[in-house]
């Protein structure tokens, strides 16, 4: 599996833009057939920093997206709203799934 990270940091003036202005990107990604996840997050501590987890099956799946044109529209929109260049983390695992973390389970009340 590829395992990506990113975080973008976006302007403080297009943080209520920025997930309105990726949705068709999110959508149209986590239909691709080697898409296995595609998913936003926030930082805690910089409420202008968005966090893109996604992973794919195959390089030549990840190869597919970024060769797509909902890939290029959306660089073209982010682009635009960043305030500077992504952090990104592209690395390959073994797996094609989130494993379960075993030192916590949840506790019965």
């Known amino acids: ?3 990506i990270a990113v975080k973008f940091t976006v302007r403080t ?3 209520d833009n920025w997930l309105p202005a990726v949705e068709d990107f999110t959508l149209a990604t ?3 057939p080697g898409n ?3 998913d936003w997050s926030y930082s805690v501590e910089n409420p202008d920093q968005f966090i893109l987890l996604e992973a794919f099956a195959s390089q ?3 190869v597919a997206h970024v060769n797509s044109e909902h890939f290029k529209a959306a660089i073209d929109t982010m682009s635009e709203l960043v305030s500077e260049v ?3 983390i592209n690395v390959e695992v073994p ?3 989130w494993s379960r ?3 916590v389970t949840p506790r019965n009340r």
């Open 1 to 3: 599996m590829i395992f």
């Open 13 to 15: 003036a297009e943080r």
């Open 30 to 32: 986590r239909q691709e």
């Open 36 to 38: 296995l996840f595609f």
């Open 60 to 62: 030549e799946a990840g």
């Open 86 to 88: 992504p952090e990104i």
């Open 95 to 97: 797996g094609d799934d």
């Open 101 to 103: 973390m075993s030192e």
